[in-house]
T-cell receptor, first 117, second 112 residues
Framework: ETGVTQSPTHLIKTRGQQVTLRCSSQ?????VSWYQQALGQGPQFIFQ???????GRGNFPPRFSGLQFPNYSSELNVNALELDDSALYLC????????????????FGPGTRLLVL | EDQVTQSPEALRLQEGESSSLNCSYT??????LFWYRQDPGKGPEFLFT???AGEEKEKERLKATLTKKESFLHITAPKPEDSATYLC?????????????FGKGTMLLVSP
């Protein structure tokens, strides 16, 4: 069984730039959720992708966007980077049953550490 | 608003000194409570899921319990390798999807 992988591991950008983070879900999982974790805080839900569509979003602005591909892998894009976007970005994969019910556990990848200067 | 509160924020124990971490929650329609362990700079590692009051789960030196308002993570005779941040999360049903809402975590340091 292949676990959740993320790339890159670390990234440094400057304010105003754009960034794309990538995630490969665990085999057998069809749903990807993205979280932002600031230093000393718990992960905050950004959005979730199921069947290649965003089916839920937390309290994040539209400059945070994403994609899910037919193989269930996903991308997180952040435009117009701000200093406060510096954080650990976590991807989690899980299985969603018909009707949107999340079944089982969310398994996390190792994260991408983003630093915005 | 649904909330998850963990206490204490940080805990320092001597090796072998047992203790408990607390997670209190206010959520409508709890579909599960999760415990994760997170090492510095790494992603959270799944430990337990609890679904109903009275349920208990154990793994090595860790035992998780659940009531209607809170969950405890009991650590028995901890070792230095148990040092990590322990995160609690509630599984919430939203409109058309479901997700996890996390507490801020308890940072545990076990000294030899």
């Amino acid at each position: 069984e292949t676990g959740v992988t993320q790339s890159p591991t670390h990234l440094i950008k400057t304010r105003g730039q754009q960034v794309t983070l990538r995630c490969s879900s665990q085999s057998g999982h069809n749903t990807v959720s993205w979280y932002q974790q600031a230093l000393g805080q718990g992960p905050q839900f950004i959005f979730q992708y199921y069947r290649e569509e965003e089916n839920g979003r937390g309290n994040f602005p539209p400059r945070f966007s994403g994609l899910q591909f037919p193989n269930y892998s996903s991308e997180l894009n952040v435009n117009a980077l701000e200093l406060d976007d510096s954080a650990l970005y976590l991807c989690a994969s899980s299985q969603t049953l018909d009707g949107g019910r999340l079944s089982g556990t969310q398994y996390f990848g190792p994260g991408t550490r983003l630093l915005v200067l | 608003e649904d909330q998850v509160t963990q206490s204490p924020e940080a805990l320092r124990l001597q090796e072998g000194e047992s203790s408990s971490l607390n997670c209190s929650y206010t959520v409508s329609g709890l579909r599960g409570l999760f415990w994760y362990r997170q090492d510095p700079g790494k992603g959270p590692e799944f430990l337990f899921t609890l679904y109903s009051a009275g349920e208990e789960k154990e793994k090595e030196r860790l035992k998780a319990t659940l009531t209607k308002k809170e969950s405890f993570l009991h650590i028995t005779a901890p070792k230095p390798e148990d040092s990590a941040t322990y995160l609690c999360a509630v599984h919430e049903a939203k409109k058309g999807y479901s997700t996890l809402t996390f507490g801020k975590g308890t940072m545990l340091l076990v000294s030899p």
